[in-house]
């Protein structure tokens, strides 16, 4: 069967933290580790809630600055400093652009729900067709049903898509469902491979 829809994560696959430093500064400022700091922004209660849509990311930044003994004031200042060494690979978004109108281009992603209006600020909300992000659905990869949505959204079947991500068991869900999963290891692996299943 063709492939008519390629799908894409957004975090580490077409936004990356390529610079590591300044986040090391800000643990570092903290008095903490590196690794414990990312556990906290992303693999806590709130950061869960806040990509299920139940907490404004808002909510999530002031739990944070909680939780490291800052007052909630500097919620907005750790989060730009969390996040500044992130880079968005405007070249796999030209790729991307470039499939359309020939395929159906789409975001599956766990993120919070600023996504939207991160990716419109950003300017390039347009390379996608549609947009499937937990915050807005309430439901987390690898939960098939996030992945039916997007399907459906799109108007094909399983075996008619593409879905790349950089976790592998978000890609093993997506071939459980009949999808083609690419695990995104570098941009030039991730597009060999894209267009030898197109």
């Not at 020939?102 to 909300?125: C, E, P």
């Amino acid at each position: 069967m063709a492939i008519r829809a390629v799908f894409f994560d957004l975090g580490g696959v077409i936004i990356r933290t390529e610079f590591q430093a300044p986040r090391q500064r800000l643990a570092d400022r903290l008095n903490m580790e590196y690794e414990d700091l990312v556990r906290l922004v992303f693999e806590s209660e709130t950061s869960r809630t806040a990509s299920l849509g139940q907490l404004s990311v808002g909510e999530h930044w002031a739990a944070v600055a909680k939780r490291l003994g800052r007052p909630a004031s500097e919620a907005d200042t750790l989060y730009a400093e969390f996040f500044a060494g992130d880079v968005i690979d405007r070249d796999l978004i030209a790729f991307i652009r470039s499939l359309r109108p020939a395929y159906h281009t789409g975001v599956i992603s766990n993120a919070w729900g600023d996504m939207r209006s991160y990716l419109a600020a950003q300017k390039f909300d347009d390379a996608f067709d549609s947009l499937t992000i937990s915050a807005e659905v309430g439901m987390l990869k690898p939960d098939p049903r996030i992945y039916r949505r997007a399907l459906e959204q799109a108007g094909v079947r399983p075996a008619e898509s593409i879905f790349v991500d950089d976790t592998p068991a978000n890609v093993d869900a997506c071939i459980d469902l009949g999808m083609a999963g690419i695990v995104f290891k570098d941009r030039e692996q991730t597009l060999n491979e894209i267009k030898r299943l197109i």
